[in-house]
């Protein structure tokens, strides 16, 4: 199975930035719609954003804050998160799907590939 080593998080004030990154490690294979997903405590696992054949899809609550890329060379994923709230505290995963069945908005059950987390905390 692929794997993902996500790196990045730390603990910044509130209006701080920061830049996590999703590497493969190992073997690797063609995923598709990768994106980073986030949990706070005691709150379910949503998506923040996802990178398709269009762009970039982007949660309502960090749209224009967040930025999804990627390196289609390394095939790495990157993102930056500037103007941080403490809302934004959570534990983030970089993941991706093994099959693309015509769309990217996915449900968190339909990544196949997950990194092993990175802790975000904001404070303010």
């Known amino acids: 199975p692929v794997q993902l080593v996500a790196s990045g998080g730390g603990s910044v004030p509130a209006r701080g930035s920061l830049r996590l990154s999703c590497e493969p490690s190992?073997?690797?294979?063609?995923?598709?719609?990768p994106g980073w997903l986030r949990q706070p405590p005691g709150k379910e696992r949503d998506t923040v954003a996802t990178?398709?054949?269009?762009?970039?899809t982007y949660a309502g609550s960090v749209q224009g804050r967040f930025t999804i890329s990627r390196d289609d060379v390394k095939k790495s994923l990157y993102l930056q998160m500037n103007n941080l709230t403490p809302e934004d505290s959570a534990m983030y995963y970089c993941?991706?799907?093994?099959?693309?069945?015509?769309?990217?908005?996915?449900?968190?059950?339909?990544?196949?590939?997950w990194g092993q987390g990175t802790q975000v905390t904001v404070s303010s």
């Open positions: 993941a991706a799907a093994g099959t693309y069945e015509g769309t990217c908005v996915l449900r968190v059950g339909e990544f196949s590939f």
């Open positions: 190992g073997y690797t294979r063609e995923t598709y719609c």
């Open positions: 990178r398709h054949r269009g762009g970039a």
